[in-house]
């Protein structure tokens, strides 16, 4: 070993080649990931994990026999799921009067959730191009999971306007598709921009989401292709169909990671076209929210018809869509085994911060709608909004403040940004709070419009709760497949970001006490990799 | 022409694909020879050391994208945004004039007194078909020019290989290099600090 200078036996040790020490994290920096000093450079990986057990760790998820848990609760979920289709067969068959709506109130619950889960859907993309843009590495260790999110809150999303049109099996007439009456869409209504945009971002996210899995799916192959190689037995699909899991795997994931070969003349154009896909999606995100925002924007309706909406929308989809990040990776984190490593309390703060940013920019807009509603002498706006406060829904608009404006101010506190149970608690008051949001904007603004005998109440009915609780469980089970069949994490963007991956040697200084030496090294160069001095100086 | 050819070939570090076969004693094709290293640092000075020594044909496989691999290796840089660039204009320009064909051209229909062909109704489509398109010639320019799919290959074989998805670095360089030869081959990569040096049959 002493051949070694400490620096190579650093990366050898990261590498998995040398044992590591596995140091207690220094106090008052939680689980190690919470360094208030900002020239050292948090670890965004735990545990001085090499690649291997990085690999194994998360590879694991899928490979290895799920938690007990997973079964019961996706049985659970599913049939939840299931009940929807049972619902959405009856809305078919009977009408849409079986929900609430009314003459009055002719937009409800339908719309409130399309416009919550395609909100949801933001932050996913917000983590995968902005902050990509933005070189934000702690991103590695959530994207893959929020891009799933993303996915999933999509097709929850997509469902409500194909069915809260009258006659559902006419839902392809919003789509430029020649037919019998030989007309068109009408490419002037901001609905049929909204297709257009949710159609766009599914698919983009999809490929997107895709295109990051396609090198992770081929260390899956790999792993199963390894196993079958040598030999080991493995389980088998049934016990009487003995085909082994594993020449499954190797075909399933072969298939899917189209023959990539971790190649560095692939990996520069995959890497160009993420960045490519990065910057498209920055706009498309941006848009999709705008968009949907104008189909309220565009009309006349008082509540409706102001030009804060589009990034007033945008922001409070990334504000709600990070509070579901967090309602799924919390739990998450303590359930799977040594997902700590990876999503650390860093991560939790840093979205925390996000959350709290955004929620302001939400209670800005807040202020902001009533403040016009005076300043534009308009009588019909600012009854608009009186009703919202005071008037018959009171009850949802202050539901809205409370869980919006005045929940996440707890997170000014760093002790309440650093416990995941806080921030769980939070995202749920959040996401609550964002679901009453478009349910206020949509159905208070209806129910009072300019002449009194447009006047009306809406009561939800137990198809438009049903649909509504099948979306979650079509949510749920979906992101529970995920994690039983996917990688989890991005492994290959989660191991380029490690210290040890650094082509230079002297990408740590973990716990030799080189930290210092390398830190003004580092400073100096001006590369990243450099002056990771995460655990250095203790 | 010939005379350009042949000045090419004269300057170092140059050369040309060749078509020598070379066989294994028990009669198979060489793919090429198969280095592996077990550290990031140890693969990119290593491929420095190929680089210089003038192999054309080669690559190096990671378990992730080495930074800095580009000059290392010399990459040239990609022309993948220029066709992403194209898909992005036909999508636009595509969504731009659906819109004004069915709306302006062939079905003229009446609502709420607005112009059948003002373009500022279009931008949202025609945006968001443009980036549609970009996405689409992105992911799929990106495989097009890597030569994928593509789900049979000669180092798929060595079970060592399959290490290089998960935590070992690898290089390989192609028979069919004109600079290719066995032994000054193996030599190289044995000089670069490979830890295991193997050849790859077809």
């Not at chain 1, 909004?385 to 018959?392: E, H, Q, V, Y």
């Not at chain 1, 300019?450 to 009306?456: A, H, T």
């Not at chain 2, 290796?73 to 064909?101: D, E, H, N």
């Not at chain 2, 112009?115 to 443009?130: D, K, N, Q």
Request: aromatic letters at 14%.
């Amino acid at each position: 070993m002493s051949s070694f200078s400490p620096d190579e036996l650093n990366a050898r040790r990261l590498a998995g080649l040398e044992p590591g020490p596995r140091k207690r994290p220094a106090p008052g920096t939680g689980d190690g990931s919470l360094i208030d000093d900002p020239a050292v450079r948090a670890p965004l990986v735990l545990n001085n994990r090499s690649f291997k057990e990085v690999t194994d760790i998360i590879c694991g998820y899928t490979e290895n026999k799920p938690p007990q848990w997973w079964l019961p609760v996706f049985a659970l979920v599913a049939s939840v799921a299931g009940l929807g289709g049972l619902f959405i067969n009856y809305l078919v068959i009977t009408g849409i009067g079986t929900w609430g709506l009314n003459n009055q109130v002719n937009w409800a619950w339908d719309i409130t959730n399309f416009v919550f889960w395609i909100g949801i859907g933001h932050a996913g993309t917000l983590i995968s191009a902005i902050l990509c843009l933005l070189k934000q590495k702690w991103r590695t260790a959530v994207n893959r999971a929020a891009e799933a999110m993303t996915i999933f809150a999509v097709i929850c999303a997509a469902t409500f306007p194909g069915i809260h049109i009258g006659r559902q099996w006419m839902a392809w007439f919003m789509f430029p598709i020649p037919n019998a009456n030989n007309i068109w869409p009408n490419f002037r209504s901001p609905l049929l921009w909204d297709v257009f945009a949710v159609g766009t971002y599914g698919i983009v996210s999809l490929l997107f989401w895709y295109m990051g899995m396609i090198p992770d799916l081929a260390t899956l192959r790999d792993r199963a292709d390894q196993r079958l190689r040598l030999g080991a037995g493995g389980p088998v699909l049934l016990p009487f169909i003995p085909i082994r899991v594993d020449r499954i795997r190797a075909f399933v994931y072969g298939m899917l990671s189209v023959g990539w070969r971790f190649s560095s003349r692939h990996w520069h154009r995959y890497e160009a076209a993420y960045l490519i896909l990065a910057g498209i999606s920055t706009p498309l995100v941006l848009s999709v929210h705008s968009i949907v925002s104008f189909d309220f924007a565009t009309s006349v309706v008082p509540g409706w018809h102001t030009t804060i909406f589009p990034p007033y929308f945008v922001a409070g989809a990334i504000f709600g869509g990070f509070a579901m990040v967090l309602m799924l990776l919390i739990p998450a984190r303590e359930l799977y085994p040594n997902m700590k490593d990876f999503i650390t309390l860093r991560h939790i703060e840093n979205m925390a911060k996000i959350i709290l940013a955004t929620g302001m920019i939400v209670g800005f807009a807040y202020s902001m709608e009533f403040f016009i509603a005076w300043y534009s002498g308009n009588q019909y706006e600012l009854y608009a909004f009186k009703n919202r406060a005071t008037g018959p829904y009171w009850w949802a608009y202050w539901t809205m403040i409370s869980c919006n404006v005045i929940s996440p101010q707890v997170f000014w506190f760093k002790f309440c940004r650093r416990s995941p149970l806080v921030v769980f608690i939070v995202s749920f008051f959040v996401t609550i709070g964002m679901w009453f949001e478009r349910f206020v904007i949509i159905v208070t603004s209806l129910h009072r419009t300019f002449l009194p005998g447009d006047w009306g109440m809406f009561h939800p009915t137990p198809v438009d709760i049903g649909i509504f609780v099948a979306s979650c469980g079509v949510f749920l089970t979906l992101f529970l497949l995920f994690l039983r069949f996917l990688p989890v994490f991005a492994m290959a963007e989660l191991k380029a970001v490690m210290p040890a991956a650094s082509p230079h040697g002297h990408g740590n200084g973990h716990g030799d006490g080189h930290g210092d030496g390398h830190g003004g090294g580092g400073a100096g160069d001006g590369r990243d990799g450099h002056g990771h001095t995460s655990q250095g100086g203790h | 022409m010939s005379n350009k050819t042949e000045h090419g070939a004269s300057k170092p570090g140059n050369n040309k694909p060749s078509n020598r076969v070379f066989v294994t004693e028990a009669g198979e094709h060489i793919h090429g020879v198969m280095a592996e290293f077990e550290t990031p640092s140890a693969v990119y000075h290593a491929c420095e050391m190929v680089r210089d020594a003038g192999y054309r044909k080669w690559d190096c496989h990671t378990p992730f994208p080495i930074h800095g691999m580009e000059d290392a290796m010399g990459i040239k840089r990609t022309r993948l945004p220029l066709i992403v660039a194209a898909g992005g204009f036909t999508g636009a320009g595509l969504g731009f004039l659906m819109q004004y064909w069915m709306s302006g051209v062939d079905y003229q229909i009446v609502v709420q007194g607005k112009p059948f062909a003002a373009w500022e109704p279009f931008v949202p489509i025609t945006f968001e078909l443009g980036i549609l398109f970009s996405a689409f010639s992105a992911i799929i320019g990106m495989l097009a020019i890597n030569g994928l799919p593509r789900w049979h290959h000669p180092l798929f074989k060595k079970t060592r290989f399959l290490r290089s998805s998960q935590d070992r670095f690898f290089i390989a360089i192609e028979a069919c290099d004109g600079k290719f030869d066995p032994d000054q081959t193996r030599a190289l990569l044995e000089r670069a600090g490979a830890q295991s040096i193997e050849l790859v049959e077809e």
